[in-house]
């Protein structure tokens, strides 16, 4: 990850089996990691039953929390590539209780649409 993109609020993809390892403790048997991205010290986690968000908090970052949403709780999903100008792909997920969506943003290099690949194979 770039520094830079972290400082510009966009995430960086990470390898699935290295943050496998790391949260292990926290994934149900059988639970694995598709996709990982991070954002400065903040990650969220695609696995093949939810959606983890990992929010490190405080000057250390050893205080952290972690947000479990089920894919049966996202109604629907948004991208939004990028452009010529525009260094940032962007992910709006729409979850049922909410009325605003959790947005994310990502690196221009991201692939987006493999992304959304991955949302739309749990949740359709």
Known sequence: MGFLDGLMGNASELA????????????????????????????FLFTDKRLILVDKQGVTGKKTELHSIPYKSISHFSIE????????????????????????????????????????????
């Not at 699935?16 to 990650?43: C, N, S, T, W």
């Open 81 to 124: 590539t990028a452009g010529s100008f525009d260094l940032d792909a962007e992910l709006k997920i729409f979850i049922s209780s909410q009325t605003t969506p959790l947005t994310k943003k990502f690196n221009k290099s991201l692939n987006i649409y493999e992304l959304q690949g991955v949302l739309a194979s749990y949740i359709l």
């Open 16 to 43: 699935p089996a290295e943050v496998q390892k790391e949260f292990q403790h926290v994934l149900i048997d059988g639970e694995r990691i598709e996709k990982a991205y991070k954002l400065i010290r903040d990650m």
